[in-house]
C-alpha cells in the first residue's frame, strides 16, 4: 500500500510539474499578406518579452511561455478567425495581436470574447474598435487612428502641402483613417482634390491613379499597405509621372518601399506610432542585443503588448484567462514603480511582493479607460536610403 501511495503521489508530482512548466500564448500576426515584411519583427520584439519572462524564474514561481503563432493574412478575416480558434483549441492563455483592424476585430468578435481570451494588439488603429462590445478582454498599444490622421495632416500642413489627393486601401483601416485624415486637412485649409479606394491585390493601378491626376493635387496622400496596394499605387504615380510627393501612413513605412522606390521617395513623409522617450532607447538596445531591427513600425508595441500579458498574469497570480484580464489595466497605469524594457524580472518580483508597477515599456504606455494607447507619434522621412524620424509629434 505504501509503494502504491508514493507511486501515486511521484504520478500527481509529474504532472503537476509539467502543468506548471508550460504556458501557452499566441501570437497572431500578418506573416503572409500585404504588411509581411514588418512582422516577423513584431513577433520577434513579442517573443523577446515573453522569453525575458520565462528566463527570469520570477513568472508565476518559475513557469515558462511556449508561444503557439497563427498567420492573420492581415485581410483575409476567415482565415485570421481560423487560425485563432486553432490557438484557443490549442489552450494558449492569451494572444498578442492581431495585426490589421479588421482581422483584429474579426477575432476578438467571434473568437477571444466569445472564449474569454485577452488579445493585446500591437497595432490595429481603426477608430471603430474604441467602441468594440470587447467585456474587457480587448487592449491595444497602438494609439486609435482618430488621433494618428489628426498628426499626419499636422505634418501635411508643416511640409507646406496646399493641395493632396488621397488614396485608401478599402477596409476599416483604410476608410476610417482616410475619414480622419480628410476631415484634419480640409480643417488646415488643405485642399482634398479628390478621394478614392484602392483594392489590394491588383496587379495594375493605372486607373486609380488616372482618377487622382485628373484632379490634381501638390502630393498624393496613400494610406494602406507597403507590400501591397499601396505599393502598387505609388508605383502607377512614380511611372506616370503624375505625383513625386506621397503622404504615407503608417501601414506604408518600411525599409521594403524604400527599397522598391529609392529616390522616388525623396520628397515624402509621413507618421507612426512611437516614441522618443527613455522607453524607446533601452527598448532600442534591448532589441539590438536581441538581434532585431527596432525601427520598424511596431516593433516597441509589440513587446509592450507581451509584456503586458505577463506582468497581469503576475499581478493575479495566476495564468487564468479571466485573471490576465482583470489586471492589464493595473499593470499598464500608475500608480507604481515604473518598469522599462529589460526590466521584466524586476516587475514580476515586486508583483510577486505584492507591490504595483507601472508598465512603461517602450512607447511610454498609458491605457485610456476602454484600455488603448494614448500614444504619440513619429514625423518620418527618407535619408541616406532609410525611414528615419525626424521629431515626436
Same mark, same amino acid.
Given at each position: ?11 500527481? #508530482? ?108 500591437? #497595432? ?19 494609439? #486609435? ?103 504615407? #501612413? ?144
Amino acid at each position: 500500500m505504501k509503494k502504491l501511495f508514493i507511486a501515486a503521489f511521484i504520478l500527481v #508530482s509529474t504532472f503537476t510539474t509539467s502543468s506548471f512548466a508550460e504556458i501557452k500564448m499566441g501570437i497572431i500576426l500578418g506573416f503572409t499578406g500585404p504588411i509581411e515584411s514588418l512582422t516577423p519583427a513584431m513577433r520577434d520584439s513579442a517573443k523577446l518579452a515573453f522569453a525575458e519572462a520565462s528566463s527570469s524564474g520570477s513568472l508565476l514561481g518559475g513557469e515558462k511561455i511556449t508561444v503557439i503563432e497563427g498567420d492573420s493574412t492581415c485581410v483575409d478575416a476567415a482565415a485570421a478567425t481560423a487560425a485563432a480558434e486553432g490557438m484557443i483549441s490549442q489552450g494558449v492563455a492569451a494572444i498578442m495581436g492581431a495585426d490589421c483592424s479588421g482581422v483584429t476585430g474579426a477575432i476578438a468578435s467571434n473568437v477571444a470574447v466569445p472564449n474569454g481570451v485577452v488579445m493585446i494588439s500591437p #497595432s490595429a488603429t481603426s477608430p471603430g474598435l474604441t467602441t468594440l462590445d470587447d467585456k474587457g478582454f480587448f487592449f491595444r498599444t497602438a494609439p #486609435s487612428d482618430a488621433r494618428g490622421g489628426q498628426i499626419l495632416a499636422d505634418v501635411t500642413k508643416d511640409r507646406k502641402v496646399k493641395s493632396v489627393a488621397i488614396t485608401y486601401t478599402n477596409n476599416d483601416y483604410g476608410k476610417g483613417l482616410a475619414d480622419v485624415y480628410e476631415a484634419a486637412a480640409k480643417a488646415h485649409g488643405i485642399k482634398v482634390t479628390a478621394v478614392t479606394a484602392h483594392e489590394d491585390g491588383k496587379a495594375d493601378y493605372s486607373s486609380e491613379v488616372a482618377t487622382l491626376a485628373s484632379a490634381g493635387g501638390d502630393a498624393m496622400a496613400v494610406i494602406g499597405y507597403l507590400d501591397q496596394g499601396g505599393k502598387g499605387m505609388i508605383q502607377a504615380a512614380l511611372d506616370s509621372g503624375a505625383f513625386d510627393t506621397f503622404v504615407l #501612413s503608417d501601414g506604408m513605412i518600411g525599409q521594403s518601399l524604400v527599397d522598391a522606390f529609392g529616390d522616388g521617395l525623396s520628397k515624402s513623409f509621413g507618421t507612426m506610432p512611437g516614441s522618443t522617450g527613455k522607453g524607446a532607447g533601452v527598448f532600442a538596445g534591448v532589441a539590438k542585443a536581441g538581434g532585431i531591427d527596432s525601427s520598424g513600425p511596431y516593433t516597441g508595441e509589440s513587446y509592450d503588448a507581451a509584456a503586458l500579458i505577463v506582468l497581469a498574469m503576475q499581478a493575479g497570480n495566476s495564468a487564468d484567462r479571466a485573471s490576465i484580464a482583470k489586471n492589464v489595466m493595473g499593470v499598464a497605469n500608475a500608480p507604481g514603480t515604473k518598469i522599462y524594457p529589460g526590466e521584466l524580472k524586476k516587475g514580476l518580483d515586486l508583483l510577486a511582493k505584492g507591490k504595483k508597477v507601472n508598465y512603461e515599456g517602450a512607447t511610454g504606455v498609458n491605457f485610456t479607460s476602454v484600455g488603448e494607447a494614448e500614444g504619440s507619434f513619429l514625423e518620418q522621412e527618407i535619408k541616406g536610403g532609410k525611414f528615419k524620424t525626424k521629431k515626436q509629434r
